[in-house]
């Protein structure tokens, strides 16, 4: 089975690249500096932030439904984030070196699977879940902090 992993689009946060702390503590939104790496996993590059590279920590809806799985949390942007573009069934090393949580929900925005993964296993997590023809996407979660990591699509050719 093919898969295609997603980062999110970078426009809902370009407005906010550069801007004053004072401008951005407005908008609920810090800017940190990497400090080690791996550990500031940016959403939209899906790579991780070198050491002294600037990111912003904000809230993000990453599952926009109308269901009570509905949510939003925490997560890193990259200020020089530039948009990952995965070919099927690549997996970027971000998601490798974490432990992960994988939901998988349904067109009506239900979760109706999960598993915790080492990010080496993901593969054959992600074919486990996507077998089953009620899932129709999944989100990769970092299971230690809990944060949103990516989207999973079955990859249609």
């Not at 050491?51 to 599952?63: A, P, Q, R």
Request: aromatic share 8%.
């Amino acid at each position: 089975m093919h898969f295609h992993i997603t980062g999110l689009p970078i426009a809902p946060f370009t407005q906010y690249f550069g801007l004053t702390p004072d401008a951005l503590a407005e908008a609920g939104i810090i800017r940190r500096f990497a400090d080690k790496q791996p550990g500031f996993p940016c959403r939209v590059s899906l790579c991780d932030a070198e050491v002294g590279e600037s990111v912003l920590l904000l809230n993000y809806e990453h599952l926009s439904v109308a269901t009570p799985y509905r949510s939003q949390h925490a997560i890193y942007v990259r200020e020089s984030a530039v948009e990952a573009h995965l070919e099927p069934g690549q997996v970027p090393a971000m998601l490798r070196l974490r432990l992960l949580s994988i939901r998988a929900f349904d067109n009506a925005g239900m979760m109706v699977g999960a598993e915790v993964a080492p990010g080496r296993d993901l593969e054959a997590v992600i074919v486990q879940l996507l077998a089953d023809q009620h899932v129709a996407y999944l989100h990769v979660h970092n299971a230690k902090p809990g944060c949103y990591a990516a989207r999973v699509d079955r990859w249609l050719r």
